[in-house]
């Protein structure tokens, strides 16, 4: 079975023995690395990142190959947790590498509350190393801290082959190891019931309670733009082109939206998505993150879609 394991990693990253010595590492099953959840959970932290740093710029397509070189890292950790690092943008050499993998993951293990005696799945060298296993567990660990609410592939296992190789030759062993919790069991370690979207909770209710909150949402939208001379009345449909949407943005943030960067006068549909594709952006941009709205939703005139975008601002921005 040795012989195996070391014949796997031989194709693309060799594996040197000595590097081994005295220590455990774990390498993932082949089987297990074509399991359905387990492709299911990479791509959905793919997708987390790719949304939580759009507007940045920054395109993950690979976990094993985006992630080891600290930029990625450190653009969650600054987007995520509001931590600026001195670390440098783009760090070239290995060197710089796993230097600039110190200081990132030191402050995140303080971040996700990690003690002393817990034991920790990643460290510097496995995460440069492109240890998917470690990665991971890492992104795991990080959305559970970061953005609890958002939901990932629950019970995802993998088997693992724990390899450890002393003087006196090569042990191995064959463990399961878990990447997620068992969505039952998460349910009943938490303190509450199953976190539900509040709009979606909102539109299971009696129509004449969900009139009441589209009233209030009204109100607090049209006291908002009546400096602009706007008014709103149907919220399922003036915001579909984006413009209103846009305007609302810049006078709650209070920055100017400049008129080159939109359509005052969306034509079709490709403009009106255009315009809420960059409002979507700017809520973004100041920390409104809504990873479960597509701009086609809005511009389709998806009541809950709309309302989800509006009540996130409703709730920023009330009472100021």
């Keep these: 079975m040795e012989a ?41 932290l793919v997708d987390w990142i790719n949304r939580t740093l759009k507007s940045e710029h920054i395109v993950v ?22 931590v600026n690092l001195s670390v440098e943008e783009i760090a070239l050499t290995s060197t710089a590498q796993i230097r600039k993998l110190e200081v990132i993951l030191e402050e995140l293990d303080k971040r996700l509350g990690l003690q002393d005696s817990s034991p920790i799945k990643w460290n510097v060298k496995l995460i440069h190393n492109k240890d998917l296993l470690a990665t991971i567990h890492l992104l795991v660990a990080m959305v559970k801290a970061f953005q609890p609410k958002l939901n990932l592939p629950p019970n995802v296992k993998v088997e693992v082959v724990v390899v450890e190789v002393s003087k006196n030759g090569i042990k191995s062993e064959v463990q399961t190891e878990a990447l997620t919790e068992d969505s039952c069991a998460a349910s009943n370690s938490s303190s509450g019931p199953e976190w539900e ?25 049209n006291q908002s733009m009546a400096t602009l001379g706007l008014q709103v009345d149907a919220i399922d449909k003036q915001f579909s082109d984006g413009v209103i949407l846009l305007l609302l943005i810049g006078q709650l943030e209070g920055f100017f939206i400049p008129l080159c960067e939109f359509n005052l006068t969306p034509a079709n549909d490709a403009e009106m998505l255009h315009n809420v594709t960059l409002a979507l952006d700017l809520l973004n941009n100041v920390g409104l993150q809504l990873p479960n709205i597509d701009p086609q939703d809005i511009v389709s005139q998806d009541v809950a879609a709309t309302l989800k975008v509006l009540y996130a601002l409703f709730k920023k921005h009330k009472g100021k």
Excluded at 21 to 38: F, M, V, Y
Excluded at 61 to 82: C, I, M, N, T
């Design 4 to 44: 195996d394991i070391f014949e796997y990693h031989k194709e693309e990253d060799p594996v040197d023995v000595a590097s081994f010595q005295g220590e455990k590492r774990k390498l993932i099953q082949p089987t297990s690395l074509k399991d359905p959840k387990l492709e299911k959970l990479k791509e959905a």
């Design 61 to 82: 397509q690979s976990l094993e190959e985006d992630l080891y070189d600290g930029l990625v890292l450190h653009h969650l950790l600054s987007r995520l947790a509001s």
């Design 197 to 221: 979207d509040p709009i979606e909770q909102l539109l299971k209710l009696e129509a004449n309670k969900v009139n009441t909150v589209k009233k209030a949402i009204l109100h607090f939208v």
